[in-house]
C-alpha cells in the first residue's frame, strides 16, 4: 500500500543530495545569523539557498491537487516533509514553512483573483511573508468559537479590534500579510457562523507588534510567535475571504493540511534526534563500557525505532485518507497523529537530552531547540486534549 511514485522517489534524491551539500553545511551559520537578528530579521543564508532550491526545482512541493506546486498529493509529499523536518532552516529554504503554507492554501483554494494576484503570487515566489492570526490571550483558544475579535462592516470597509498572541511570523521583517480571524456575527445562534478570516497588511495602520514570544527561551523556534493589538484597523471589503461567517470553514479547510505537515516534519526531527542518540551512546564510556551498551539505553533506542515508524505508519496513511476520501472523512486520522507525533518527538528527544547529560540542555546539540518545538507542537493546531476528545467522540459514535 505504501509504496511511493517515481515521481516522489526521484524528488527524495534530490532533495537530500540538497540538504548534504548546502542545508546541514549551513546550520551552525544559520543559528549564528538568526540568533543576532532576531527578533524581527531573518537569517541570511535563508535568502541565498532559497535562490538555489528554487534554481534546483525543489520549490513549493507543498501544494496537493494545484498547478501551482509540485502537484503531488499529500501522500507523495510524506516523505520530501519529513526530510525537511530534520533540519530547522530546511522548510524555509524550499518555501514549504508555516504559517506560509497553511495561508497559501487558503489564498490558492478561497481567494478571489485579485486577491491572489496580490498575495499569493508574492508568497509562492517567496518574495514575501505572511502570518495567521486566531489565538487570543483572553479566552481559552482551544475552543476557537471563545475568539472575541471584532471584525465589523463600515460601508465599504471592514473595521478590526481585537487582541491575538501566538500570531505565527507577525515580527518576521519579511511579513506583509496577515489572514486574521475574528467574530462579522457574534450573536448568531450557530457558534460556527460567528466567525469570518479577512486579509489585514500588515502595514495598515492600527496594526501594532507587542512583542515577540520565544518558546522555551528561544526567539527562532515554531515559526516566530508574536503578541499583536488591532486598533480600528480600516481594510477594504474586498479583503473578506470567501464571505461573513464562513471562517470556519476556511480553518477546516486549513489546518487539517498544516496538522499533517507538522507530525511529517516532526518525524524527520525524531530521526535525526535518534540517529545523534545513537552516536552519542556508542562514542560514550561510563563504568568500562559504551553507554549503549548499558541494558537501559537498548531498551530505549529500540522503543524510539518502534514509536518513529508507528508514527510515520499513521501518518503515511491519514495521508492517503486525505487524498482519496478528503479531509472531513480523514479527521480521525488527522486527529491521531496530531496527538502522537509531538509525543513521540518529545519523548525521543527527552532520551537523547538524557543520553547527552548536561550537555544536552545546552544549544550545542540542537536537542533544546528540538524539544521545544516539538513540545509546543502539543498546543499549536489544537492541543492533544481537543484531539483525543474528538477521536473519542468519533469512536463512540459508531455504537450510537
Known amino acids: 500500500m505504501f509504496e511511493y511514485s517515481q515521481k516522489t522517489r526521484d524528488l527524495l534524491e534530490r532533495l537530500n543530495a540538497f540538504m548534504q551539500s548546502h542545508v546541514y553545511p549551513n546550520e551552525a551559520r544559520y543559528w549564528e545569523e538568526i540568533n543576532r537578528a532576531v527578533p524581527y530579521g531573518h537569517a541570511e543564508v535563508t535568502d541565498e539557498l532559497k ?3 528554487r534554481d534546483a526545482g525543489l520549490w513549493n512541493l507543498f501544494l496537493p491537487e494545484s498547478d501551482l506546486g509540485a502537484g503531488l498529493s499529500n501522500f507523495e509529499y510524506a516523505p520530501l516533509c519529513e526530510v525537511m523536518g530534520r533540519s530547522f532552516m530546511a522548510p524555509e529554504i524550499f518555501n514549504c514553512a508555516a504559517p506560509d503554507t497553511g495561508n497559501m492554501e487558503v489564498l490558492a483554494r478561497y481567494g478571489t483573483p485579485e486577491q491572489q494576484a496580490q498575495w499569493l503570487t508574492p508568497l509562492l515566489n517567496g518574495e514575501i511573508r505572511s502570518c495567521f492570526a486566531m489565538t487570543e490571550p483572553d479566552v481559552a483558544s482551544s ?26 511570523g507577525l515580527i518576521d521583517d519579511r511579513c506583509k500579510i496577515i489572514i486574521f480571524m475574528g467574530k462579522t456575527d457574534p450573536d448568531n ?10 486579509l489585514v497588511p500588515k502595514d495598515t495602520p492600527g496594526v501594532e507588534v507587542v512583542r515577540s514570544l520565544p518558546i522555551f527561551g528561544f526567539d527562532a523556534v515554531l515559526d516566530r510567535a508574536t503578541e499583536a493589538k488591532f486598533t480600528d484597523v480600516r481594510v477594504p471589503a474586498s479583503n473578506m475571504l470567501l464571505g461573513e461567517g464562513r471562517g470556519f470553514e476556511i480553518a477546516q ?4 493540511p498544516g496538522r499533517i505537515h507538522h507530525c511529517m516534519r516532526l518525524i524527520g526531527l525524531a530521526e535525526r534526534t535518534l540517529e545523534k542518540l545513537c552516536r552519542r551512546a556508542s562514542e560514550r564510556v561510563a563504568f568500562g563500557r559504551a553507554v549503549a551498551d548499558h541494558g537501559v539505553w537498548r531498551e530505549r533506542i529500540a522503543e524510539s525505532r518502534i514509536m518513529i515508524d508507528q508514527a510515520r505508519l499513521l501518518t503515511l496513511n491519514a ?3 486525505m487524498d482519496t476520501v478528503g479531509n472531513k472523512v480523514a479527521k480521525a486520522d488527522i486527529a491521531m497523529i496530531k496527538v502522537v507525533a509531538p509525543n513521540m518527538a518529545c519523548q525521543i528527544i527527552d532520551w537523547a537530552i538524557q543520553a547527552h547529560g548536561g550537555g544536552g540542555t545546552s544549544s550545542d546539540f540542537g536537542l533544546a531547540q528540538a524539544y521545544a518545538m516539538a513540545r509546543v507542537l502539543r498546543l499549536a493546531d489544537g492541543p492533544d486534549e481537543v484531539h483525543r476528545n474528538q477521536i473519542a467522540k468519533i469512536e463512540l459514535g459508531k455504537y450510537r
Open 189 to 198: 445562534e450557530n457558534r460556527h457562523k460567528q466567525q469570518s478570516m479577512i
Open 319 to 321: 495521508a492517503h485518507k
Open 51 to 53: 535562490a538555489e532550491a
Open 253 to 256: 479547510g486549513r489546518l487539517g
Open 143 to 168: 475552543d476557537a468559537t471563545n475568539i472575541q475579535s471584532e471584525i465589523r462592516r463600515d460601508g465599504d470597509d471592514y473595521v478590526i479590534n481585537g487582541h491575538k498572541w501566538y500570531t505565527t
